[in-house]
């Protein structure tokens, strides 16, 4: 197995771009989840996907960002606008039976807004 | 509401001595417990879980770590070090959702 994929690995913007971070889930994993993580705020949950339904956005900052997970082996994190503070290195993580197995991180994209 | 404090910002350790990271948490139940890995750039890896059973819990790399409940501790060790194991350490607590501490960087020294 080729591990859960996230891509790009870095990705440069300017301020009020439209950012968009693809992840590619373990094949048999139900459980998606993104992760900000911060010198300031270490690692934040964002939001989970449970089946590819969305079960809890508390984490996500602000309505400029947005996630999807149209089918079973992809999902998106969108930033629209993005700014300077969404600087961060975003990862996406899968699992089958999280209680038991934990999180499978992909290796990251770190973002910079400039 | 669950958390997690890792104490040790940073720790310097000399290659083949031991080495032990403390991890305490919160959580207003039977907590699943978890340690990860990360080296500079990449994701982070699984170490090790504990959620029933025996306290002291084996991982991979030749780490394991003690659950200990009366002390809300779950403290990872491991009795001589290499230089490869020099990365940051995260301890998580949770069910569907974990929450990670602030991490611990390990350095070691040859």
């Known amino acids: 197995d080729a591990g859960v994929i996230q891509s790009p690995r870095h990705e440069v913007t300017e301020m009020g771009q439209e950012v968009t971070l693809r992840c590619k889930p373990i094949?048999?994993?139900?459980?998606l989840f993104w992760y900000r993580q911060t010198m300031m705020r270490g690692l934040e949950l964002l939001i989970y996907?449970?089946?590819?339904?969305?079960?809890?956005d508390s984490g996500m900052p602000e309505d400029r960002f947005s996630a999807k997970m149209p089918n079973a082996s992809f999902s998106t994190l969108k930033i629209q606008p993005s700014e300077p503070r969404d600087s961060a290195v975003y990862f996406c993580?899968?699992?089958?039976?999280?209680?038991?197995?934990?999180?499978?991180f992909g290796s990251g994209t770190r973002l910079t807004v400039v | 509401a669950q958390s997690v404090t890792q104490p040790d910002i940073h720790i310097t350790v000399s290659e083949g001595a031991s080495l032990e990271l403390r991890c305490n948490y919160s959580y207003g139940a039977t907590p699943y417990l978890f340690w990860y890995v990360q080296s500079p750039g990449q994701g982070l890896q699984l170490l090790l879980k504990y959620f029933s059973g025996d306290t002291l819990v084996q991982g991979i790399k030749g780490f394991e770590a003690e659950f200990k409940r009366s002390q809300t501790s779950f403290n990872l060790r491991k009795p001589s070090v290499h230089w490869s194991d020099a990365a940051e350490y995260f301890c998580a607590v949770g069910t569907f959702q974990l929450s990670f501490g602030a991490g611990t960087t390990v350095t070691v020294r040859a």
């Open positions: 996907f449970n089946n590819n339904v969305p079960i809890d």
């Open positions: 094949s048999g994993h139900d459980y």
């Open positions: 993580a899968s699992s089958y039976r999280v209680t038991e197995d934990g999180y499978t």
